[in-house]
């Protein structure tokens, strides 16, 4: 197996590695059935796969086919002789429970998270992800979906386009590059990156205003909170007893989402009519989020806004 710490799969640099490989076991004696909800490159799949054994179950997920018609042959070359049963499924995280359920799957003893998209995404500028290069305004994880960033750009709202804006961004001149666009389009589509980049421009030369409005603008297109939340959810109902669930997050909006999650803060409200809160059904393992060390952060600087949290199932 390659040194998963020096080598990037097609540009792709796993995050919190050796964390993750530390606080999510696999059994040595019992059966495991492991979900990786978003497969990527498959180097976080490999410390896993590496430690499993016949007769475990392995299901890697992937909103992406490209993502996962190149990593799927390669993982089943290295795994399947093992005796592991690999299943592959491209599809969005928020579906996992049904398709997990399709192949008769009720119950996982671990699932994982490392949010965000894959660097590829980012390297391969045809997808739109980045305003560093020319590409038309897609964004989709999923390229199979109707709704792109360009469709967001040219038929929201200027209210809507503000509150994306301001909500996923978390951008102060939201209201401004808002205005912006729709006046702008009155004078033909905006459909590429660039239209979009040079708009932003004209209100704020910061890349930092162009990073906060591109995240939001995916954010939109592919409801990433919206499943991220309801996919936890799911996960947890299917994680058996002493199951782990470890989520690795890149920006605030999703490390609140997860931190809620993981510590039941909705619980915490709920009492019933005795003053009682539900019992609670995971036991948090990190109080405080995980995150890169200066090596990690030096090597792989994409790593820098990394945050993992992890929980077992009582
Ligand atoms: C950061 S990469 C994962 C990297 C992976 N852990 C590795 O070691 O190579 C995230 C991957 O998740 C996929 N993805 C993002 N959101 C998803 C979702 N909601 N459902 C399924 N896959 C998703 C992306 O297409 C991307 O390939």
């Known amino acids: 197996m390659s040194d998963i710490s020096d080598v990037s799969l097609s540009g792709h640099i796993s995050v919190l590695y050796q964390e993750f490989l530390e606080y999510f076991p696999i059994s040595t004696e019992k059966q495991n059935v492991i979900v990786d909800a978003t497969l990527g490159m498959g180097w976080h799949a490999r410390g896993i796969l590496s430690q499993m054994k016949k007769g475990d179950i392995f299901i890697g997920f992937d909103a992406d086919i490209r993502n996962l018609s190149r990593v799927q042959p390669v993982l089943e070359n290295e795994f399947s002789q093992k005796g592991i049963q690999l299943h592959f499924i491209r599809d969005n995280f928020v579906h996992m429970k049904s398709r997990l359920e399709e192949k008769g799957i009720h119950a996982i003893t671990g699932i994982y998270y490392d949010l965000w998209l894959s660097s590829l995404h980012v390297d391969e500028g045809e997808r739109g992800f980045s305003f560093r290069y020319d590409a038309p305004l897609d964004m989709r994880f999923d390229t199979s979906l109707p ?11 200027q209210k809507q386009l503000q509150d994306i804006f301001q909500k996923y961004g978390e951008d102060p001149q939201s209201a401004k590059i808002s205005h912006i666009i729709v006046e702008k389009r009155h004078s ?57 669930i470890f989520v690795i997050s890149f920006h605030s909006l999703e490390d609140r989402i997860v931190k809620h999650i993981l510590r039941e803060e909705k619980k915490k409200q709920q009492k019933d ?20 060390t200066t090596e990690e952060i030096q090597k792989n600087p994409r790593s820098k806004s990394a945050k993992a949290r992890c929980a077992k199932k009582i």
């Open 273 to 292: 009519i005795f003053g009682n809160t539900p019992q609670k059904q995971l036991q948090l393992l990190t109080k405080k989020p995980l995150i890169p």
């Open 147 to 157: 709704l792109r960033a360009s469709d967001v750009v040219n038929t929201y709202s």
């Open 188 to 244: 033909g589509k905006i459909l590429t990156t660039k239209q979009l980049s040079e708009i932003i421009e004209t209100v704020s030369p910061f890349p930092k205003t162009k990073m906060r409005i591109f995240q939001a603008l995916r954010i939109e297109v592919n409801s990433e909170l919206h499943n991220l939340e309801t996919s936890l959810l799911h996960a947890i109902d299917m994680l058996q007893s002493e199951g782990h």
